[in-house]
């Protein structure tokens, strides 16, 4: 039987008009997406937790050292575990010299050990977007991150 991640109103940059719903890995995917496009602290006031988000935008100005590539994986694995429906998190980043854009590859193992995975790509144009996830609703799933 499959996990009951919750239910949410679709929302990929803005609310879907039509008001549809997410659930279930999608649900997932959506979530940590705006995990990492919030910057941290920036919803305190509405949930208490000064530690949600993280700006990914930061990595853009990096210059991708070994050290800094480790650093950002562990960060960015740190904050989709903050989400207790995610039990691990392996995050391995690439750059993409052709494109100029990092890409972002997190197997994530949820609360009953069930394993998918979403990779995201972050562009020069500060872009973050789902590039291919084990759940085929998401893969057109595209944001910029103002």
Known sequence: MA?????DVLCTTDLDPLMGEVNGQALLAQDIKHRLETMVGSLA???GDSTFGYDILL?????FRPIDITRFQALISNQVTRDERIFR????????????SVQIKIVCYGA???KFEFVFS???????TLLTSTVGQLCLYHSTIW
Do not use: R
Request: aromatic share 6%; no cysteine.
């Open 45 to 47: 006031f509405l949930s």
């Open 112 to 114: 009953s050990k069930e």
């Open 122 to 128: 972050l562009g020069s144009q500060a872009n973050l």
């Open 59 to 63: 990595m853009l100005n990096s210059d």
């Open 3 to 7: 996990t009951d991640y919750g239910n």
């Open 89 to 100: 998190a392996d995050v391995s980043i690439t750059l993409v010299q052709e494109s100029e």
